[in-house]
């Protein structure tokens, strides 16, 4: 997991408010994937991201998500009006491109895990 | 739609025998295969993988199996030590959709001393 870097680990919200989740890739990885753990299931993907653009969100939710992966900084994952349900493990993971365009192995962060009260 | 079904939750395996943690698909168009370790309050780690132009793929103690006509692939851990007590992932991707995994739902090993 060493160079993923997600923060918080913990974050706290009430219902109603504004979570955002950082995700800081590993050097040299240009492509950023967020999943979503809910208690007791397996990781469900949300949304892949490039540099500036977001290649695949069939995992978001329809409304008060959003993701982002501007050209500097981290990539941010957004919760706005945030409700009891939200609460997750949310991680963040990165891979690199290989020759042939194929994505290597996606390396996780430690995740963020998020509870709504 | 689980297209990717780990349907052992969960599995007890006494140390220095042989554990066997399977995972079956539904998507034709995966073409590509990991596994993950995840111990509590961590990130997944990656194990190990394996490209469907092949059937076997060995690291060590972890060698993992892929039969393609059954869809199904196996992670085998031998021998079996205390430490490799954890949730184990199987996940998928298909070529045409970049990195993106899809996981099962985990199947929790447990190796007892």
């Known amino acids: 997991n060493a160079g993923v870097m997600q923060n918080p680990r913990h974050l706290v919200r009430r219902r109603g408010q504004e979570a955002r989740l950082r995700c800081s890739p590993m050097k040299g990885h240009s492509h950023v994937y967020w999943y979503r753990q809910l208690p007791e299931e397996g990781l469900k993907f949300m949304v892949y991201l490039q540099k500036e653009n977001i290649i695949d969100e069939s995992g978001m939710p329809k409304e008060r998500f959003s993701a982002e992966f501007p050209k500097e900084g981290p990539s941010i994952l957004r919760i706005q009006q945030v409700v009891r349900g939200d609460s997750a493990a949310y991680f963040c993971?990165?891979?690199?491109?290989?020759?042939?365009?194929?994505?290597?192995?996606?390396?996780f962060g430690q995740g963020t895990r998020l509870t709504v009260v | 739609d689980q297209q990717v079904k780990q349907n052992s939750p969960s599995l007890s395996v006494q140390e220095g025998r042989i554990s066997i943690l399977n995972c079956d698909y539904t998507n034709s168009m995966f073409d590509y295969f990991l596994w993950y370790k995840k111990y509590p309050a961590e990130g997944p780690t990656f194990l190990i993988s394996?490209?469907?132009?092949?059937d076997k793929n060995e690291d060590g103690r972890f060698t993992v199996f892929l039969n393609k006509s059954a869809k199904h692939l196996s992670l085998h851990i031998v021998p079996s030590q205390p430490g490799d007590s954890a949730v184990y992932f199987c996940a998928a991707s298909a070529n045409n959709q970049g990195g993106k995994l899809i996981f099962g739902q985990g199947t929790e090993l447990s190796v007892k001393p």
């Open positions: 394996i490209s469907s132009i092949k």
């Open positions: 993971a990165s891979s690199m491109t290989r020759q042939g365009g194929r994505s290597t192995e996606a390396f």
